[in-house]
């Protein structure tokens, strides 16, 4: 098969990038004039004839860069070259996809599909034939006078490409487009968005998407970056060498989805590494949204046949059926317990998480709370906190304008509310939800 890349690149007859970031940092401020910075110095080049997909956790800043690229946002620092002019607006030649369709309800499907033909100011006549066009092109060709609502998930993200594609754009940018779709719609539009690139049915050049789907980067993209949270960075480039259409069950496609399991699963210091102390966390790190029961659940899972302690992380995930935002979170806060390690797209049970699993109800709540105070900062903190006050209470929201200097309002809410959950069920602190007080009662 010919590399499609390299193929396409050719055609273009290019040298310079289509899309260059040089540079890009984010910092958003909060009411009270304190910086908290989103993204840290990202350079990243996007060349002709090439996919490629972003991954990271909720709140790595994936889709803030996203909307940079794309004009929509302006940088605190640093620049974002389209064929080597400055971005500074929305620019022709880069169009944008979204998770979240969109639509505008009162307008037919070609009546959205010709928006932005319009305000580049296209007569309505060749509005409407490359509409019809675009419309034909993504599958929807006898619904052009539907309405969203007349239209499914699937049909309603369909309007959405064909929007970003009549106005012939070099680059798309698409911001976790399949994410709200069942399994079998996504893997339709995954194919069929593909074999519209492979077959070089678009005008496209580049795409660039950011996804929560490792199986989807790693069969769409060409390289795949991974974000780390806090300030967001690049941490890591995977390339994808594979031939189209690949194979998920080929060995070469599970050794490149083993790679970015690791990546996105180790825990900064807690890479599986023997005789490495694990790299200490702060009050404000980013806490993982990962209940105690499914935790305690995946425990159970993995000490048990096919597994016995040690499992490969996609077959893990496709023999649970687990999204990577539901198993990440609790993989991540095993690790922080230092109940498991991940090696090698593999995760194992430590000892000690291997005697949780072994133990009753009552041991497994007092080693958690063991757990959680000596490797969770900010669960200590409050303990700490409420045993040196006389009266061995202290309103949430004193740890709640903590957080807030690390994380934005609505992360540092959310972060509290599990620590507190955790808290609660280990019985190291109570929680009054009326009075919005932490305390030490009963206990």
């Known amino acids: 098969m010919v590399d499609l890349v390299t193929e396409r690149a050719a055609s273009a007859g290019l040298d310079a990038p289509l899309l260059r970031a040089v540079g890009i940092s984010k910092t958003y401020r909060t009411p009270d004039h304190i910086g908290r910075l989103v993204l840290e110095r990202v350079d990243f080049t996007l060349h002709a004839g090439e996919i490629v997909a972003i991954l990271g956790k909720s709140g790595a800043g994936k889709s803030t860069f996203l909307r940079i690229l794309a004009g929509l946002v302006g940088p605190s620092e640093g620049q974002v070259e389209y064929r080597g002019l400055p971005v500074t ?6 169009a944008m996809v979204f998770q979240s369709f969109a639509l505008f309800p009162w307008l037919t499907v070609l009546g959205n599909v010709e ?13 409407r034939r490359r509409a019809v066009a675009a419309i034909d092109l993504i599958g929807l060709d006898g619904f052009e006078n539907a309405y969203p609502k007349e239209l499914s998930g699937g049909m309603r993200q369909r309007v959405g490409f064909a929007r970003a594609l009549v106005v012939n754009p070099d680059i798309l940018l698409l911001d976790e487009p399949f994410s709200q779709l069942d399994v079998l719609t996504a893997e339709t539009m995954r194919n069929d968005l593909t074999e519209l690139w492979t077959r070089h049915r678009i005008p496209t050049k580049g795409i660039l998407m950011v996804s929560h789907n490792i199986e989807e980067a790693v069969e769409m993209a060409d ?11 690049i941490s890591a480039e995977v390339p994808v060498a594979l031939t189209r259409p690949r194979a998920p069950e080929s060995a070469p496609f599970r050794q490149i989805m083993d790679q970015v399991y ?86 194992e049970l430590t000892a000690e998480g291997r005697l949780y699993a072994a133990a009753d109800m009552l041991s497994r709540k007092q080693m958690f709370a063991a757990a959680l105070l000596q490797h969770v900062p900010l669960a200590a903190h409050i303990r700490r906190v409420l045993d040196e006050r006389p009266g061995h209470r202290a309103p949430a929201a004193r740890f709640l ?23 609660r069920h280990a019985e190291i602190f109570a929680y009054d939800y009326d009075d919005e007080v932490l305390s030490l009662e009963n206990f």
């Open 262 to 347: 690791t990546l996105l699963t180790t825990v900064p210091g807690r890479d599986g590494r023997r005789g490495v102390k694990p790299a200490p966390i702060g009050t404000g790190y980013r806490l993982p949204d990962a209940p105690v029961q499914q935790l305690s659940g995946l425990v159970d899972t993995l000490k048990e046949p096919p597994y016995g302690g040690r499992a490969d992380l996609p077959q893990l995930a496709d023999g649970e059926n687990l999204v990577m935002d539901e198993l990440f979170p609790l993989i991540e806060l095993l690790q922080l317990l230092g109940w498991a390690n991940v090696s090698g797209g593999d995760i």
């Open 115 to 127: 928006l932005g033909l319009e305000a580049q100011g296209v007569s309505a006549a060749e509005r």
């Open 401 to 423: 304008r903590e957080l807030e200097d690390h994380l934005s309002e609505e992360e540092a809410e959310r972060v509290l509310e599990t620590v507190i959950n955790w808290g």
């Open 223 to 233: 390289r795949i970056l991974i974000f780390s949270s806090d300030p967001g960075r």
């Open 89 to 94: 607006d929305p620019v022709q030649g880069v």
